[in-house]
């Protein structure tokens, strides 16, 4: 594993291109958990479930990723299953989370 950085460019080997992919996945990864931290707070902000999936505002994502994917001279056809996929497991970890929430904060009162 490599603690530096090979540009796509410069990789000559196989064993190059892997250590990147895997550093990358790792950063990836924290990325993620990060999103994921603010699907935790929505949860918690929100007032209702319905306000969960808000259709509005995945056709905004989308239309940024897709943008911003262009300017990165990443595929569309990359980013925008990925990103697809991503919301819609999000939206689904944010209901859980909404009716968790609601759930124990119901308990708590109910055992006031």
Do not use: H
């Not at 790792?26 to 929100?46: F, H, N, P, S, T």
């Not at 479930?49 to 990359?78: C, F, H, N, Y």
């Amino acid at each position: 594993m490599t603690a530096t950085n090979t540009p796509a460019a410069d990789c000559q080997t196989m064993q190059q291109v892997r250590a990147e992919i895997d550093r990358i996945d790792r950063i990836l990864v924290a990325l993620v958990a990060e999103r994921q931290g603010y699907m935790d707070a929505a949860a918690r902000i929100k007032p209702s479930l319905a306000a969960v999936r808000d259709e509005a505002r995945i056709v905004d994502v989308m239309d940024k990723v897709l943008a911003a994917a262009t300017v990165q001279g990443l595929s569309p056809a990359i980013a925008g299953p990925v990103w697809q996929v991503m919301i819609d497991r999000c939206i689904a970890y944010e209901n859980r989370r909404f009716k968790a929430l609601r759930e124990t904060a119901e308990a708590a009162s109910a055992a006031v």
